[in-house]
């Protein structure tokens, strides 16, 4: 057993007068690099100088290939994934126009900036898009990708003075709008992606234009942004956003980065990166945790059910965002799930392969296996931030396995899924334990995916359902090298309602399992009913007396022993979920009535081999539990707070 700790150095600033010298030098260049900025297009995620670098790279691998797919997708829609059809959404003709003038930077053939004014003029003569009655997120993006195609473009022949004029003084107006008003139904919470989309849109806004922009404003927009950082992912920890996987892609991808980036360039002090501990690491989370099998890229997502991922720009934004030292683990990964070795789309969703061809560093950073690095697998362990705890095998294919488990220790924060304590299983060719989706469906009044959690109810998850937003808390943790490990959480009542509620969870990736993996489920309560487990209806299931077994759609299996209480009833199922994981609008569900107290184990087979024996021996007296749990030819040993593996024959 390993810990993985992360040294966090405080030292006291040097008064010496060479201190005083760097720190004048410092503030000389940083006016002087401020005044090049301010005089000249394009500013924000790059400057004049390199135009010709960025043309030369797009001459060699990887980019020439993400040049290749970007030129294959300028005229689809805003996912990447289909050709527009001439009907397209504002989203598309944003993203459309965004591809389009990021082209004609790279190539300088006007032919693709006018066809960037062409989808602009489409966008300005919606008048939706200014009016502080339309809907804030609407606003935002429009503004963001203004920014953007406005300083691309500019002085390109087809964008004339009149017309440039005129975008400058609507992206002023703009970024007044939204840092002023702000738009309708918008979600207040600092914590919520739309104040980062709100701050870092009417930034982007402002720093584009050619207007006189006061620096109070820009100084609010920066303060806002780091608010958010700081709600959302808390002062430490390994980055995980408190409202969900899905909403990293959306406001970091689309927004905030790209603020990031252009608050940097316009004053090196401003460091999104260092402002706020946690935000380095914040774009890991989308690597992390993801898995590819046989019907695209999927992870677990907590508060708000989104299994489905589009990177949006984070894939390639990672490399600005992270720690150098995680670069050669990203750039592994990121090569299997969509570079040469994956997908080959090189993220062509939204912000997608622009920010890929700006920002990965190509043949200058090794590929290195994340697995084989203790600074990525120290991150698994998120016990000073949201509270998630990662355990995966391997970043090597359809054979990696990804269990997660969320202690939820902020609380409710953005939204608000009930799902303290809750886990989630993805990868080996299979979605084993999931969400229910997100809100906005109701049955009997009940939102549908509070009923698709996979914990411990204390009543019928089909009943009146009465959820809170109680945090956790973390008893116990231990983090293998292999990525296998335990954790025990615990919450006074968890977001169902049940009191008293601890739960150990351990998994293995030991061979001696005689299975690809196993996922140990401890759960002790006041009053507890039943234990639930939700699959998605692509996944068949079958019950008999001893436990259940979920087949996949590529023959591989999870089989669920019940080792307590004995002689428990199982009851299966299939509901609705409250939003689609991908095209999959309903989830297969088991149920069993084990009281207060039950344990499970979890082994994950290949097609066609059977599952290894599973037993109890000992006691599992709450009170001091003292047991074993032998699995093929694995023993783990549960006692107090802690299942750990006893080293086999």
């Given at each position: 057993m390993i810990r993985y700790n992360r040294p966090i150095s405080k030292t006291k600033p040097s008064r010496s007068r060479e201190h005083l010298i760097v720190i004048m030098v410092h503030l000389f260049l940083s006016l002087f690099m401020n005044n090049l900025v301010l005089a000249?297009?394009?500013?924000?995620?790059?400057?004049?100088?390199?135009?010709?670098?960025?043309?030369?790279?797009?001459?060699?691998?990887?980019?020439?290939?993400?040049?290749?797919?970007?030129?294959?997708?300028?005229?689809?829609?805003h996912w990447g994934d289909k050709p527009a059809d001439g009907n397209e959404d504002d989203y598309s003709e944003l993203t459309i126009a965004h591809r389009n003038a990021f082209t004609y930077v790279l190539t300088g053939d006007d032919a693709y900036a006018k066809r960037a004014r062409e989808m602009i003029e489409r966008r300005l003569a919606d008048p939706g898009h200014m009016d502080k009655r339309g809907k804030g997120l609407t606003l935002y993006i429009h503004g963001i990708y203004f920014a953007l195609v406005y300083d691309y473009c500019h002085g390109a022949p087809s964008w004339d003075k009149a017309f440039s004029d005129r975008i400058s003084k609507k992206l002023k107006e703009h970024g007044d709008l939204i840092g002023f008003h702000g738009g309708s139904h918008q979600n207040r919470s600092l914590a919520s992606n739309w104040q980062a989309l709100r701050w870092s849109s009417a930034a982007l806004c402002w720093m584009a234009s050619d207007e006189a922009v006061e620096q109070k404003n820009l100084d609010v927009a920066w303060r806002n942004v780091n608010g958010y950082l700081r709600a959302n992912l808390g002062q430490a920890g390994s980055g995980w956003n408190c409202e969900g996987l899905g909403y990293t892609f959306f406001p970091m991808g689309n927004g905030v980065v790209?603020?990031?980036?252009?608050?940097?360039?316009?004053?090196?002090?401003?460091?999104?990166?260092?402002?706020?501990?946690?935000?380095?690491?914040?774009?890991?989370?989308?690597?992390?945790?993801?898995?590819?099998?046989?019907?695209?890229?999927?992870?677990?997502?907590?508060?708000?059910?989104?299994?489905?991922?589009?990177?949006?720009?984070?894939?390639?934004?990672?490399?600005?965002?992270?720690?150098?030292?995680?670069?050669?683990?990203?750039?592994?990964?990121?090569?299997?799930?969509?570079?040469?070795?994956?997908?080959?789309?090189?993220?062509?969703?939204?912000?997608?392969?622009?920010?890929?061809?700006?920002f990965h560093p190509g043949d200058a950073v090794a590929k290195r296996d994340p697995m084989n690095s203790n600074a990525w697998k120290q991150l698994f362990d998120d016990r000073h931030g949201n509270g998630m705890f990662l355990f995966r095998n391997a970043y090597l294919g359809p054979d990696d396995l990804a269990v997660q488990v969320f202690a939820k220790l902020l609380g409710n924060r953005g939204h608000q899924g009930p799902d303290s304590l809750s886990y989630r299983i993805y990868g080996f060719d299979g979605m084993w334990g999931v969400g229910g989706g997100r809100y906005g469906k109701q049955d009997e009044g009940i939102e549908i995916y509070h009923r698709s959690q996979n914990t411990l109810y204390p009543i019928d998850p089909e009943g009146q359902l009465k959820t809170n937003g109680e945090r956790g808390s973390v008893v116990?943790?231990?983090?293998?090298?292999?990525?296998?490990?335990?954790?025990?959480?615990?919450?006074?009542?968890?977001?169902?309602?049940?009191?008293?509620?601890?739960?150990?969870?351990?998994?293995?990736?030991?061979?001696?399992?005689?299975?690809?993996?196993?996922?140990?489920?401890?759960?002790?309560?006041?009053?507890?009913?039943?234990?639930?487990?939700?699959?998605?209806?692509?996944?068949?299931?079958?019950?008999?007396?001893?436990?259940?077994?979920?087949?996949?759609?590529?023959?591989?299996?999870?089989?669920?022993?019940?080792?307590?209480?004995?002689?428990?009833?199982?009851?299966?199922?299939?509901?609705?979920?409250?939003?689609?994981?991908?095209?999959?609008?309903?989830?297969?569900?088991?149920?069993?009535?084990?009281?207060?107290?039950?344990?499970?184990?979890?082994?994950?087979?290949?097609?066609?081999?059977?599952?290894?024996?599973?037993?109890?021996?000992?006691?599992?007296?709450?009170?001091?539990?003292?047991?074993?749990?032998?699995?093929?030819?694995?023993?783990?040993?549960?006692?107090?707070?802690?299942?750990?593996?006893?080293?086999?024959?």
């Open positions: 000249s297009h394009p500013r924000l995620l790059f400057g004049p100088d390199d135009v010709p670098v960025l043309r030369e790279k797009i001459t060699r691998e990887p980019w020439a290939s993400m040049f290749k797919h970007l030129l294959a997708t300028l005229e689809f829609g790209p603020f990031g980036i252009a608050m940097h360039r316009r004053d090196p002090s401003r460091d999104l990166r260092q402002a706020t501990p946690a935000a380095p690491f914040t774009l890991w989370t989308v690597f992390a945790g993801t898995v590819r099998n046989r019907t695209g890229m999927w992870r677990a997502d907590f508060a708000d059910d989104n299994p489905g991922t589009r990177f949006e720009g984070t894939a390639g934004f990672a490399f600005w965002m992270c720690p150098p030292e995680l670069h050669g683990e990203l750039a592994w990964a990121y090569d299997r799930l969509v570079g040469a070795a994956g997908d080959q789309t090189w993220d062509s969703s939204r912000f997608g392969i622009v920010s890929s061809i700006l116990d943790h231990g983090l293998n090298d292999d990525g296998s490990g335990f954790v025990t959480l615990g919450a006074a009542r968890n977001n169902v309602g049940t009191q008293n509620h601890t739960r150990s969870l351990a998994v293995s990736f030991d061979p001696a399992l005689q299975a690809h993996a196993a996922v140990v489920v401890l759960d002790t309560s006041a009053d507890g009913l039943v234990w639930q487990h939700c699959t998605l209806d692509t996944h068949d299931i079958k019950v008999d007396e001893n436990g259940f077994t979920i087949t996949g759609p590529t023959g591989n299996t999870l089989r669920g022993t019940v080792l307590h209480p004995a002689n428990a009833t199982i009851r299966t199922g299939r509901r609705e979920r409250g939003s689609n994981a991908g095209d999959v609008t309903h989830n297969h569900w088991i149920a069993i009535d084990t009281g207060p107290n039950a344990l499970v184990v979890l082994t994950l087979q290949r097609a066609g081999e059977a599952p290894p024996t599973v037993r109890l021996e000992g006691s599992l007296n709450p009170a001091k539990p003292d047991a074993r749990i032998v699995i093929g030819r694995q023993t783990m040993r549960l006692q107090g707070t802690k299942i750990q593996p006893i080293e086999h024959p």
